[in-house]
């Protein structure tokens, strides 16, 4: 077996009203290095580990089952810059890499379609997943059998990350939304939804970073569960963002800002004493998706 390396980017879900169906790929990787070996070993940041009850080793044997084969004997080190729990789809990358390393140790010839619908049927929802494995902004929705997406290149914007020290599992940031909404509140929901997703592709940023701000379909039931949520949307605003949303499930929030002004923003931001524990990051969009190198 010659050595590969699989990089999966981190994502942001939702991106605002997008929920469940909006995401965009980050420059921050999890890499899985792959060696040939006579035994099963498992290494993460060059820790030896179990392979027992491993999410990402679980989810590759899952799809090897699937495909009714047994994966051979590697040596997987882990090295993961996305932080877990924080609202930077770290599962869905997870999962993503789990399904690659099947792909590769097993000949699947997977197509990225069914990776999708892999990952997807995994995590529940295909707004992580899509990014995480064709990079850059994708829409996509589930159809009983099949995933449609659409993915926008070019999105003209620099994105500050605000990563708290804590972590908020995406299933308690779950259950505090509604079940179901009325009609009205659904239905403009829904436009600030659409208006979002048609400001970003004509490159309205200042419109789209105000719609995104606006959302209904989990924000406002979320917000308190955020620690400075208010008080981080308006610094970045007063800063020059254009708009700043949680990312994912949060903890994280994220701003959008004019290309080239990120790092000005970083800067800023990094300077309230009040976030003084955060990791403020101005990330790239990755426009790759997941990679497989010799
Ligand atoms: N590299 C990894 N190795 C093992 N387990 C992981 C890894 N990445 C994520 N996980 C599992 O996924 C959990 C985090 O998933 P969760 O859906 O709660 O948050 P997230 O994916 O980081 O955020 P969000 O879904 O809001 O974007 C971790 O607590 C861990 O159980
Ligand atoms: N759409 C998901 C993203 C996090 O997995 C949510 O908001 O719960």
Redesign the pocket.
């Known amino acids: 077996m010659k050595p590969f390396r699989i990089s999966v980017p981190a994502?942001?879900?939702n991106v605002g009203p997008g929920f469940d169906s909006t995401g965009l790929a980050l420059g921050l990787y999890?890499h899985l290095n792959v060696l040939e070996a006579n035994s099963l070993q498992f290494y993460?940041d060059g820790e030896s580990i179990s392979t027992e009850n491993?999410?990402?080793w679980n989810i590759a044997e899952h799809i090897a089952h699937k495909h009714g084969i047994t994966l051979p004997a590697c040596k997987v080190q882990?090295a993961?810059d996305?932080?877990?729990?924080?609202?930077?789809?770290?599962?869905?990358?997870?999962i993503v890499?789990g399904i690659e390393l099947a792909n590769q140790l097993g000949n699947l010839h997977l197509t990225p379609e069914q990776k999708l619908q892999y990952g997807t049927e995994i995590?529940g929802h295909p707004d992580?997943v899509a990014p995480s494995i064709y990079g850059g902004l994708i829409i996509s929705t589930v159809f009983e059998e099949k995933i449609e997406h659409i993915q926008l290149k070019d999105i003209d914007v620099d994105i500050v990350a605000y990563i708290p020290n804590v972590?908020?599992?995406?299933?308690?940031?779950r259950n505090c939304l509604p079940d179901s909404y009325k009609r009205d509140y659904a239905a403009k929901a829904s436009a600030i939804s659409n208006l979002t997703i048609a400001a970003l592709y004509s490159k309205d940023y200042k419109l789209a970073g105000k719609l995104m701000e606006e959302d209904l379909f989990h924000e406002p039931f979320r917000s308190e569960l955020i620690p400075n949520f208010s008080y981080i949307r308006e610094e970045a605003k007063k800063h020059g963002a254009f708009g700043t949303i949680l990312?994912?499930?949060?903890p994280t929030m994220l701003s959008i800002t004019s290309k080239g002004k990120g790092a000005t923003l970083q800067r800023y931001m990094s300077n309230l004493s009040l976030l003084a524990d955060y990791q403020i990051k101005y990330i790239p969009i990755d426009y790759q998706g997941i990679t497989i190198q010799d």
């Open positions: 994502s942001s879900g999890l993460s491993h999410f990402i882990e993961n996305i932080p877990l729990a924080r609202g930077l789809g770290s599962s869905a990358s997870a890499a995590e992580n972590e908020l599992k995406t299933s308690v940031s990312s994912g499930a949060g």
